[in-house]
């Protein structure tokens, strides 16, 4: 099972990145993927989440409008698009398979099994 978080860079407050999250060894039509963030000095915080059965999915407060998460199971890839990117939203991003479908608990780091390497976003003019 591997996980693989791409697509971090260097952006300006405003802009957008796209993150996905390459995974193999197993099928997102049965596990669900979550996104989390940890910025320096921080706990890790979830982000968003998104199911396999039903495509459901699920956000944090400070995410909600700007961010989207999807997925594309033939390529084995769950994205999310950032959109109006703050400083806040610096930190490290990490993709990892939930055990089980997201639910309320998503933002529980104890409730995912396998963690990729993660990549940072980093807001700053």
């Known amino acids: 099972v591997q996980l693989q978080a791409s697509g971090g860079g260097l952006v300006q407050p405003g802009g957008s990145l796209r993150l996905s999250c390459a995974v193999s060894?197993?099928?997102?039509?049965?596990?669900?993927i979550g996104w989390f963030r940890q910025a320096s000095g921080k706990e890790r915080e979830g982000v968003s989440c998104?199911?396999?059965?039903?495509?459901?999915?699920y956000y944090a407060d400070f995410v909600k409008g700007r961010f989207t998460i999807s997925r594309d199971n033939a390529k084995n890839t769950v994205y999310l698009q950032m959109n109006s990117l703050e400083p806040e939203d610096t930190a490290v991003y990490y993709c990892?398979?939930?055990?089980?479908?997201?639910?309320?608990?998503?933002?529980?780091?104890?409730?995912?099994?396998?963690w990729g390497q993660g990549t940072q976003v980093t807001v700053s003019s």
């Open positions: 998104i199911n396999s059965s039903d495509g459901g999915t």
């Open positions: 060894g197993f099928s997102l039509d049965y596990y669900a």
């Open positions: 990892a398979r939930i055990i089980g479908e997201c639910g309320s608990f998503y933002y529980v780091v104890g409730t995912y099994d396998y």
